[in-house]
């Protein structure tokens, strides 16, 4: 299958710690995006990184992409306890038109 | 205003019914989507239209048939539901290829 892979499955952090948190997909993109789950809420999206770029920052956001390694990471500065969500990798598989999911990362930040 | 809107948000039906689900999207985009999650989260892309055409159809069973009667709204009608149906249905939209997709807050089918 195409979709983004997401490890761990769950990760528990106090708040003020970073929160790291990876995908692995298996065919060649165009793009990687990362979203955001809120609990009984639907999908938004945080970042997007073009497969030509190796790093993005946005505010407490670092995406970093290894095309290589086909994998990509998300790191969550200073986490906050209303990050408690699931993190999700989106990929596109070459394909412009599809994006491929996994079952994404569980974060729960401890106040 | 709400971007992408789905109704109804929670839906619980009998097997072997037929129900529909509705989306509208008030961002101008093109291209509509519509995603299915189960109950380990992972999330699985069914279908996409774009301007009205179907142009992504995922091996999803022909009893699941969108309808897309202009590019602002993408309906997806589910003949004689089954209890592996039961999941979350997502709506997304996207502008133009290769960006972000904007999703609506879901909908809940349970059947029984």
């Known amino acids: 299958s195409q979709q983004g892979e997401e490890d761990p499955q769950a990760l528990s952090i106090q708040e003020g710690e970073n929160a790291t948190m990876n995908c692995s997909y298996k065919t060649s993109i165009n793009n990687l995006q990362w979203y955001r789950q809120n609990s009984g809420r639907g999908l938004v999206h945080l970042i997007l990184?073009?497969?030509?770029?190796r790093e993005k920052h946005s505010g407490r956001l670092r995406v970093t992409l290894d095309t290589s390694k086909k994998s990509s990471s998300l790191l969550i500065t200073a986490s906050r306890a209303a990050d408690t969500a699931s993190y999700f990798c989106?990929?596109?598989?070459?394909?412009?038109?599809?994006?491929?999911f996994g079952s994404g990362t569980k974060l729960n930040v401890k106040p | 205003d709400t971007a992408v809107s789905q109704t109804p948000k929670y839906l619980v039906t009998q097997m072997g019914n037929d129900k529909s689900i509705k989306c509208e999207q008030n961002?101008?985009?093109?291209?509509m989507y519509w995603y299915k999650q189960d109950s380990k989260k992972f999330l699985k892309i069914m279908f996409s239209y774009n301007n009205k055409e179907l142009i992504i159809n995922e091996t999803v069973p022909n009893r699941f048939s969108p309808k897309s009667p202009d590019k602002a709204h993408l309906n997806l009608h589910i003949n004689s539901l089954e209890l592996g149906d039961s999941a979350v249905y997502f709506c997304a939209s996207r502008d133009s290829p290769n960006e972000k997709l904007f999703f609506g807050s879901g909908t809940q089918l349970s059947v029984l």
């Open positions: 990184i073009r497969s030509n770029e």
């Open positions: 961002l101008g985009h093109d291209t």
């Open positions: 989106a990929t596109d598989g070459g394909n412009f038109n599809k994006f491929y």
